[in-house]
């Protein structure tokens, strides 16, 4: 399943909501599922599928009181078994600047969730072209990347190229 993630820090709420009103007229059109990343409420406003959370951020319980779905972020063994979210993301696999400061998890806490997630999840952090077949080889069946597709001079290819190296 492809989803579209919006995971804008900077911008203040005013210029952020006709981004999110955008995103949500083009995922809407494609039928794509449409993530807001942290704000449950804009999630909300645009009718967003999901919400996606941090686990210092809302609680998924209090995110899934604005009604609609939930992501959240994991990064250990103890963080997924106890998270309530519909999807998790585990990760970082590998270090990555959009997660300045977190080691990460890698490769044995993809295993981990393999054997263990109860809900889908997402191998996040790091991820490319050059290191997926790693993540996939470790039991990771969904991937979510940023800069592998944002910062490439051929987003589409390197969208297909990717999800190419997905089973």
């Not at 998790?88 to 490769?107: D, M, N, S």
């Not at 993540?135 to 597709?149: E, F, H, S, Y």
């Amino acid at each position: 399943m492809d989803i579209v993630q919006i995971r804008e820090k900077e911008l203040a709420d005013g210029a952020l909501l006709p981004v999110l009103e955008r995103a949500r007229d083009v995922t809407r059109r494609l039928g794509v599922p449409l993530v807001v990343n942290d704000r449950a409420d804009l999630a909300r406003l645009v009718e967003a599928d999901y919400v996606h959370v941090g686990q210092d951020d809302l609680p998924v319980s209090e995110a899934r009181s604005f009604g609609v779905g939930v992501g959240q972020s994991t990064h250990a063994p103890a963080e997924l078994a106890a998270s309530t979210a519909d999807y998790a993301g585990v990760g970082p696999v590998y270090e990555t600047p959009t997660k300045a400061g977190r080691p990460a998890a890698g490769l044995d806490y993809v295993r981990h969730a393999a054997a263990h997630a109860r809900v889908p999840w997402f191998a996040i952090g790091g991820i490319d072209e050059k290191t997926a077949a790693d993540v996939v080889a470790a039991g990771a069946t969904r991937i979510a990347v940023v800069r592998a597709i944002g910062d490439a001079s051929d987003p589409e290819g390197a969208a297909a190229a990717l999800r190419r190296l997905l089973p």
